[in-house]
């Protein structure tokens, strides 16, 4: 996923960590240096699309302009959700 506006420094990262954590989604999200977050997310389709539901809303204090969401094949299974140092 990427998800633009004023999503950095608003606590975007940990909410959408503690969030997922509570759907038992795993992945990772991190910081962009145009400003903008990325996250890459595994799960059951119902609680991703909760997730995603919730990213184009995001924290108090967060402005998303625009979430993209797209599926992707990866080999590589993720086991907890992290939050990524900055690209």
Same mark, same amino acid.
């Given at each position: ?5 004023r999503?950095?420094g !608003? &606590?975007?990262? *940990?909410?959408?960590r503690? =969030? #997922?954590?509570a759907?038992d989604?795993?992945?990772?999200v991190r ?6 977050v %990325?996250? =890459?997310v595994? &799960? *059951? *389709?119902?609680? =991703?699309?909760r997730?995603v @539901?919730w990213?184009? /809303? @995001? +924290? +108090?204090? #967060?402005? =998303?302009?625009? !979430? %993209? #969401? /797209?599926l992707i %094949?990866?080999?590589e299974t993720?086991?907890?959700f992290?939050?990524? +140092?900055? #690209?």
């Amino acid at each position: 996923m990427l998800i633009t506006g004023r999503v950095q420094g !608003v &606590g975007f990262r *940990e909410s959408m960590r503690l =969030v #997922a954590q509570a759907l038992d989604i795993t992945g990772w999200v991190r910081n962009l240096a145009d400003a903008s977050v %990325e996250a =890459v997310v595994q &799960g *059951e *389709e119902t609680a =991703v699309d909760r997730l995603v @539901g919730w990213c184009h /809303n @995001g +924290p +108090p204090g #967060a402005s =998303v302009r625009f !979430v %993209e #969401a /797209n599926l992707i %094949e990866t080999s590589e299974t993720y086991i907890a959700f992290s939050r990524l +140092p900055d #690209a």
